[in-house]
């Protein structure tokens, strides 16, 4: 056995941060405090603009290509879930590429929608950077789906966390410390992935951040 990086920094800064984010958006719209959740959406925006473009020009396990097998795939991984095995995985599994994607596509949903969401009928003056384009009652539409689709994100999250917990009783695969610190204790003859610079990283996002700043002042 010997540890091999299978996340690079990117990724990892990326997970916790969109932790983070979606954490502080929740808490926000709480106490409505909705000029800072529209600015954390803002950056939850930069985030999967990133992630995104690293998921096809970054590190070998950032790459959908590397992560995302068939369904059937999936399926048949889930079927073995209650098997003790050695943890031979390098980044995510057929099964956990779908979920990263299924979770992608949601926020992608939350932060589009966000962008034209209001809260004045709710006796708010918030407005999205972009309901000017969209119109009252189209936007008054967008932000019922705002919410439905964070329900959505919630159920997700805790399907992931229950996927975590049954990978650490059933198979006593920890998937959290990886993620944590880049590395994963493998068999010597697993070859060990491409890691890109993370110089290219921070390109790609200071490029989305350029992108989102464009979009909402738009």
């Given at each position: ?7 690079d ?10 932790v983070?984010?979606?954490l ?101 003056d ?47 695969h ?10 994963k ?34």
């Amino acid at each position: 056995m010997r540890r091999i990086k299978v996340w690079d920094l990117p990724v990892r800064l990326f997970h916790w941060l969109l932790v983070a984010l979606i954490l502080a958006a929740w808490v926000t719209q709480y106490l409505n405090r909705m000029t800072l959740h529209v600015w954390i959406g803002e950056w939850i925006l930069t985030l999967l603009l990133f992630r995104v473009v690293w998921g096809f020009i970054g590190s070998d396990t950032a790459r959908f290509s590397w992560f995302l097998r068939s369904p059937l795939a999936a399926l048949r991984h889930l079927a073995h879930l209650g098997r003790r095995e050695p943890d031979r995985e390098i980044g995510h599994n057929a099964a956990g590429g779908w979920m990263v994607l299924v979770m992608l596509a949601l926020i992608g949903i939350q932060v589009g929608t966000g962008l034209c969401a209001n809260d004045l009928d709710d006796g708010g003056d918030t407005e999205g950077p972009l309901m000017h384009l969209v119109g009252k009652d189209r936007s008054d539409w967008l932000t019922h789906i705002h919410g439905l689709n964070f329900t959505a994100i919630e159920a997700v999250i805790v399907l992931h966390v229950l996927a975590i917990v049954a990978y650490a009783v059933l198979k006593r695969h920890n998937l959290v410390r990886p993620m944590v610190t880049g590395t994963k204790l493998l068999p010597a003859d697993v070859a060990a992935p491409r890691v890109v610079n993370p110089v290219w990283a921070l390109v790609v996002l200071a490029a989305a951040f350029g992108a989102v700043v464009w979009v909402v002042k738009s």
